[in-house]
């Protein structure tokens, strides 16, 4: 079955520290890449996403991911956090077309200290 | 640009009542989710609409929950009768209608089953 898995559940960090949180895929073939945040008590939004081209894909508010298909992965970056960044971080892919559904990791809570 | 609406923001229902949820996506946008989002998971798709057909609804436990969408623009989910497991956010989601068009989503609605 079609799966994506996050490998942090939670993590700390002081502010200006670097961040990376690890996603992993398990489609074959050709998949979309999806990296949302939802901030406490506010709507899930999209960081960023990856469809094709460049690997390596800018997001909102300095946020980046790169897609590294030989390792079915699709790692979130920053290289300074602030506090505002603290949220929940979810991972999602889907298989090209139309109709194919998001699949969700279980999500990374993140908290930044100030 | 308005985003999605969704009402109540809370719900607190005894086992064995029925609930009913509503949705309003942002204006012209063709496909719809509902998607049930258990605390500590990531968002599990209940079902989806492209206009007021059903595209996927192959997680919706039938039995117990319903979702319409008649004229393609707002949306209702009912679970009847609700059990302890029902407890969990509920969120509403809208694309405009590209594979490659970003899902919005609503606030959700929190429902507990006592």
């Known amino acids: 079955a079609q799966s994506v898995s996050q490998h942090n559940h939670h993590v700390i960090l002081s502010e200006a520290a670097s961040l990376e949180l690890g996603c992993n895929y398990s489609?074959?073939?050709?998949?979309?890449l999806f990296w949302y945040v939802q901030y406490p008590g506010q709507h899930l939004q999209l960081l960023l996403k990856?469809?094709?081209?460049d690997p390596l894909v800018k997001g909102i508010k300095g946020f980046e991911a790169e897609f590294i298909k030989s390792k079915f992965s699709f790692n979130l970056r920053k290289p300074s956090v602030q506090w505002s960044d603290t949220a929940e971080y979810f991972c999602?892919?889907?298989?090209?077309?139309?109709?194919?559904?998001?699949?969700w990791g279980l999500g990374t809570s993140l908290a930044v200290n100030p | 640009e308005a985003g999605v609406a969704q009402s109540p923001r809370y719900k607190i229902i005894e086992k064995r009542q029925s609930v009913a949820f509503w949705c309003n996506p942002i204006?012209?946008?063709?496909?719809l989710y509902w998607y049930q989002q258990i605390l500590g998971q990531g968002p599990k798709l209940l079902i989806q609409?492209?206009?007021?057909?059903?595209?996927?609804d192959s997680q919706l436990p039938k039995d117990r929950f319903s979702a319409e969408r008649l004229k393609g623009v707002d949306s209702t989910l009912k679970i009847q009768p609700a059990k302890l497991e029902d407890s969990a956010v509920y969120l509403c989601?809208?694309?405009?209608?590209?594979?490659?068009?970003?899902?919005?989503f609503g606030p959700g609605t929190r429902l507990t089953v006592l």
């Open positions: 989601a809208s694309r405009l209608g590209r594979p490659s068009d970003t899902q919005y």
């Open positions: 204006s012209g946008h063709a496909t």
């Open positions: 609409f492209q206009n007021n057909g059903v595209v996927d």
């Open positions: 489609y074959g073939g050709t998949v979309n």
């Open positions: 990856y469809f094709s081209g």
């Open positions: 999602a892919a889907k298989a090209p077309g139309n109709n194919r559904k998001l699949i």
